[in-house]
C-alpha cells in the first residue's frame, strides 16, 4: 500500500535556525497538509495546499512558516527562525483526486529546539 | 471557526468488553467525520471514517454512528484487545472548504487482558 514518507525522522536544531522538514505524498494525490502534535496534546492543523498554492492556514501558521513543491514528488515545510515553541511532531498528510477522499499520514518528524 | 470536543481522554476496559468513545463538533457544515488510532510515537491511522449522509457505519469490531441534528458522533468497539489499547482521535472537516481536520484532544484507551 502506497504511504506518505517524510524525512528526516528527528530533526534537533538550535533555536533562531532555519528547518526544512520534507514529504513524499502518495504519487497520485493532489491535496496535501501539514499538523504539528505537541507532545502529549492534539493533532493541530497548520496548511493545506493544493495546486501549487496555500488553500487555508492557521494561526499558527505565521511569517515564520512556508510551503513549497519544489518539484512533482517532493512537499516541504520551512520554518525560518525556529523557536523553543516549535518543537513538536510535524505530520504531513495527502489525500487524492478529491476532497471527500481520506487524508493519510506519514510517519512524522519529530522537531527539537534547544 | 470548528471546534470539536471528545470524551473521555482515558478509557479503561477488560478485555472483551466494549469500548465507546465521543466527539461533538460545532460548525453544522462539517461534512466528514473521520477517527484515527494514534499508538505511541507512530503516525495516526485512519481506521473508520463517516460522511454527514450516512448515521451509521461498521467495519468488523468497529463502528461509527453521526447523529447531525445533535451534531455528535461516536466510536464503538467491541470484543476489545489489547492490541486495541492506543490513543484514539476524533476530527470533523468540512470537505467542501478545504478539508483541514479539526481534531479532538484523544482518548487513551487501555484495554487489560
Known amino acids: 500500500e502506497p504511504e506518505v514518507t517524510q524525512t528526516p525522522s528527528h530533526q534537533v536544531t538550535q533555536m533562531g535556525q532555519e528547518v526544512i522538514l520534507r514529504c513524499v505524498p502518495i504519487s497520485n494525490h493532489l491535496y496535501f497538509y501539514w499538523y504539528r502534535q505537541i507532545l502529549g496534546q492534539k493533532v493541530e492543523f497548520l496548511v493545506s495546499?493544493?495546486?501549487?498554492?496555500?488553500?487555508?492556514k492557521s494561526e499558527i501558521f505565521d511569517d515564520q512558516f512556508s510551503v513549497e513543491r519544489p518539484d512533482g514528488s517532493n512537499f516541504t515545510l520551512k520554518i525560518r527562525s525556529t523557536k523553543l515553541e516549535d518543537s513538536a511532531m510535524y505530520f504531513c498528510a495527502s489525500s487524492g483526486q478529491h476532497l471527500n477522499q481520506p487524508q493519510h499520514f506519514g510517519d512524522g518528524t519529530r522537531l527539537s529546539i534547544l | 471557526g470548528e471546534n470539536v470536543e471528545q470524551h473521555p481522554s482515558t478509557l479503561s476496559v477488560q478485555e472483551g468488553d466494549s469500548a465507546v468513545i465521543k466527539c461533538t463538533y460545532s460548525?453544522?457544515?462539517?461534512?466528514?467525520f473521520p477517527w484515527y488510532k494514534q499508538e505511541l510515537g507512530k503516525r495516526p491511522q485512519l481506521i473508520i471514517d463517516?460522511?454527514?449522509?450516512?448515521g451509521e457505519k461498521k467495519d468488523q469490531r468497529i463502528a461509527v454512528t453521526l447523529n447531525k441534528t445533535a451534531k455528535h458522533f461516536s466510536l464503538h468497539i467491541t470484543e476489545t484487545q489489547p492490541e486495541d489499547s492506543a490513543v484514539y482521535f476524533c476530527a470533523a472537516s468540512n470537505y467542501n472548504q478545504g478539508g483541514k481536520l479539526i481534531f479532538g484532544q484523544g482518548t487513551e484507551l487501555s484495554v487489560k487482558p
Open positions: 495546499f493544493y495546486n501549487n498554492e496555500i488553500s487555508e
Open positions: 460548525d453544522s457544515a462539517s461534512n466528514y
Open positions: 463517516i460522511r454527514s449522509n450516512v
